[in-house]
């Protein structure tokens, strides 16, 4: 049922900026965490921002001064502008959020990861 669609992806110049929007559906309650992961060809995803139900936020020193992830909670939407822009930011960018559930009969509370389908992101220099 839960659903991540991500958004704003293209071709931008090197320096230039960009902006990725991820929107989560069918959730049962508010994301414990959203965040980015992009991935290279030939690498793996990893996190470059995150964030809290809170607001509270962390980045990879990679992107640290030129991403800003923010969040709509209310709307279970996730944000990532990039600015400065560089070639090595090149890779499909992937909006994961960290659901925390009731299951079961017992009603046991766990932690589940969910994808987007990813947007690419090309920089060209």
């Known amino acids: 049922q839960v659903q991540l669609v991500e958004s704003g992806g293209g071709l931008v110049q090197a320096g230039g900026p960009l902006r990725l929007s991820c929107a989560a559906s069918?959730?049962?309650?508010?994301?414990?965490?959203m965040g980015w992961y992009p991935q290279a060809p030939g690498k793996q995803r990893e996190l470059v921002a995150g964030?809290?139900?809170?607001?509270?936020?962390n980045y990879a020193d990679s992107v640290k001064g030129r991403f800003t992830i923010s969040r709509d909670s209310a709307k279970n939407i996730v944000d990532l502008q990039m600015n400065s822009l560089k070639p090595e930011d090149t890779a499909v960018y992937y909006c994961?959020?960290?659901?925390?559930?009731?299951?079961?009969?017992?009603?046991?509370?766990?932690?589940?990861?969910?994808w987007g389908q990813g947007t690419q992101v090309t920089v060209s220099s």
């Open positions: 994961h959020a960290q659901v925390r559930e009731l299951t079961g009969w017992g009603r046991t509370a766990r932690d589940y990861d969910y």
């Open positions: 069918g959730v049962t309650s508010s994301p414990k965490s």
């Open positions: 964030i809290g139900r809170a607001g509270d936020t």
